[in-house]
Each structure stands twice: as C-alpha cells, then as structure tokens.
C-alpha cells in the first residue's frame, strides 16, 4: 500500500526557508514523486515533481529558481527545499506519487497522496 506521509512543515517568514520530507514507501525507481499544494478557497495546484532516480524534474513557473526537489530513494524520501518564500506560497503541501513515465502537472494524474502539511507564511 503506497501511502506518502509529509512531515517538515510550519510557520516561515516572508523571504525564509523551509524544508520539506515524504516517505513514499512500497514504490520503484521509475515512479515519478512529487508535491501539490492547496491554498485557501483555491484549488491544489502543481508545484515540482521527480523521478526517483533524480531524472525530470519539473517545476512550477511560481516556485522555480526558489524551490527545490531532491530524492532518496535507499529512504524512500522526497524533499522539497523552500527558499526565498513569499506570502503567497501559504497553504496545505501535498506529497503524491504516480507509477508512469510521463510528467503530469494536474491533480487527477496522481493516484497516491499524503495527508499533507501546513506552511504558513508571514510578513
């Protein structure tokens, strides 16, 4: 049974750093890993996903050049590095895991999700 728990969450000031975890057990090399997250009254939204294996990885246009996903799959562990956070970066932060090939960016093409984690933001 795939089931992601995030873990690393918390309160950041505007222009700080937080560092999430997964563990994304019962999975294989050529999964693809990755994080969604959900604001308040909007939708999930796609923020970077990876292979396992560290090959194609994606951003979202918001986050690049700020944030960045990292993978150990001898820890079954996904990481997402936060850097230079911004208000706007608050919400829920998902773990979601996909066994295919193909970089998906919308929430429907990941099966596996955690429960997710709360970052919040502040100036």
């Known amino acids: 049974q795939v089931q992601p728990v995030e873990s690393g969450g918390g309160l950041a000031q505007a222009g700080g750093s937080l560092t999430l975890s997964c563990v994304a057990s019962?999975?294989?090399?050529?999964?693809?890993v990755g994080w969604f997250r959900q604001a308040p009254g909007k939708e999930r939204e796609f923020v970077a996903v990876?292979?396992?294996?560290?090959?194609?990885?994606t951003y979202a246009d918001s986050v690049k050049g700020r944030f960045t996903i990292s993978s150990d799959y001898a820890k079954n562990t996904v990481y997402l590095q936060m850097n230079s956070l911004k208000i706007e970066d608050t919400g829920v932060y998902y773990c979601?895991?996909?066994?295919?090939?193909?970089?998906?960016?919308?929430?429907?093409?990941?099966?596996?999700w955690g429960q997710g984690t709360q970052v919040t933001v502040s100036s």
């Open positions: 979601v895991a996909r066994n295919a090939l193909a970089v998906l960016m919308f929430a429907a093409g990941y099966p596996y």
């Open positions: 019962s999975t294989y090399s050529t999964w693809m």
């Open positions: 990876t292979r396992w294996n560290g090959e194609s990885k």
